[in-house]
């Protein structure tokens, strides 16, 4: 038996990239201040966001249901990447891993496509042994090619430059995982389909 754990739909995820398509970058980048504060509260009802932690990176919870995470190394700024979980699929026993593989498949390109219609035609993508699979477009993004063949990480990907014309845009990459164990036929498997925007070398901080 497969389990999807996000409850979350591929039209959830472009209305996840609709409202942050015109969020205020170079804002985010500078981060939060610390919990607690009537700035904080501030700070997340710019856009909705209801905090759900205080220590950590922080998460919050947007106006259409989905979660946020904001990286900043374990602080609260500032922040080098937005990230949220779209679809993840786990198996109950190893005999599923295979459904794991063929789901994964399905439901990639409709995840993709609901990306697209916000975002446009990616700047790359394709599959983990891709002969023009190319470098990272940000140091965090994927690893080198040895790790990538010997991995199968990131299964398949899309990645959109940022966009010109405003300041700190990000760049959206949207990464298929496949896990270890779903390659085996001892251990139950499982698969994750994930977006993550990287603050671009050249953003700026400084909050309004």
Partial sequence: MLTET???TPRDLATELAGLRDVDWPWVWTGPPQGGSPEFREWCARY???PRNVEGNLD???RSGGELTFGAG?????VDRVGHLAWHLDADAAGDNPQVVATAAEAWPVYLGAAE???GTPTWTGPW???DFPD???ESAWGGRDFRLQTRSPYRVAYWAPAGGRPGQPLVVLDQSVSFPTWTEDTAGSSMISLTA???QEAGDGRR
């Fill in 48 to 50: 909705g966001w209801e």
């Fill in 117 to 119: 219609s916000v975002l």
């Fill in 198 to 200: 990287y603050k671009p």
């Fill in 129 to 131: 042994d891709a002969s």
């Fill in 60 to 62: 919050v919870r947007t």
């Fill in 6 to 8: 996000t409850g979350r």
């Fill in 74 to 78: 374990g602080f609260w700024n500032p």
């Fill in 136 to 138: 990272a477009p940000h």
